[in-house]
Structure formats: structure tokens, C-alpha cells
Nanobody, 121 residues
Framework: QVQLVESGGGLVQAGGSLRLSCAAS????????MGWYRQAPGKQRELVAA???????KYADSVKGRFTISRDNAKNTVYLQMNSLKPEDTAVYYC???????????????WGQGTQVTVSS
């Protein structure tokens, strides 16, 4: 069983940047796809970015051009670089170890505990 631990959240002003990290408790196969989700108060959890084993990426329209997902297999870590942050990016961010099926990211039951991102206006 994979355990995922997110870090890097915090309070930032609009226009600022943050880099989230998701560390896996054991070596995850480079064939694992990884995803970042977020959940704002009163809203459903939504997929923000996903990274396939072949390094192809998918992003929510709301973050395209601002967020970048990447991984470092040697460190068992996945990152989410967030630039030009907006107040509407405020949410708890979660990472997930899932898979791609027909070019769609399918989450697994392996979730981290989440990290809070708050963007002030």
C-alpha cells in the first residue's frame, strides 16, 4: 500500500507562486500515473493535473498555463508548481496514485491527507 504525504501549501497573495510536493512512502513504479486534486469548501473534489507514466500531462482548463505537474522518480515525489495564483485557487490540495484509461485519469483509493492553499486578494 502506498502512503502519500503532501506538503508545500500555505498562504500567498494573488499573483504569487507555490510548489506542492507529494512524497510516496515506498518506491512507486514509474508506470504509475499521478494526479493532483483540490477541494474548495462546499464544492466537489476536482482533478487539477495528472501525469502519465509516459510523461504526458492533463490539466483542468482553469489552471492551464499556470500550473505544472512533474515527478522525480529517484525521490518518489510528484510536484505541482503553481504560478499566477488566484483567490479561486484556494482549496485543500490532494495527490493521488492512479492510472490512465483511454486517456482519462482514473483515481485510486490512495490519497494523501491534503495540504491547504489559501490565496488572498
Amino acid at each position: 500500500q502506498v502512503q502519500l504525504v503532501e506538503s508545500g501549501g500555505g498562504l500567498v497573495q494573488a499573483g504569487g507562486s507555490l510548489r506542492l510536493s507529494c512524497a510516496a512512502s515506498r518506491s512507486f513504479n514509474s508506470r504509475n500515473a499521478m494526479g493532483w486534486y483540490r477541494q474548495a469548501p462546499g464544492k466537489q473534489r476536482e482533478l487539477v493535473a495528472a501525469l502519465s507514466s509516459s510523461s504526458s500531462t492533463k490539466y483542468a482548463d482553469s489552471v492551464k498555463g499556470r500550473f505544472t505537474i512533474s515527478r522525480d522518480n529517484a525521490k518518489n515525489t510528484v510536484y505541482l508548481q503553481m504560478n499566477s495564483l488566484k483567490p479561486e485557487d484556494t482549496a485543500v490540495y490532494y495527490c493521488n496514485a492512479g492510472r490512465f484509461f483511454s486517456n482519462v485519469y482514473v483515481p485510486s483509493d490512495f490519497w494523501g491527507q491534503g495540504t491547504q492553499v489559501t490565496v488572498s486578494s
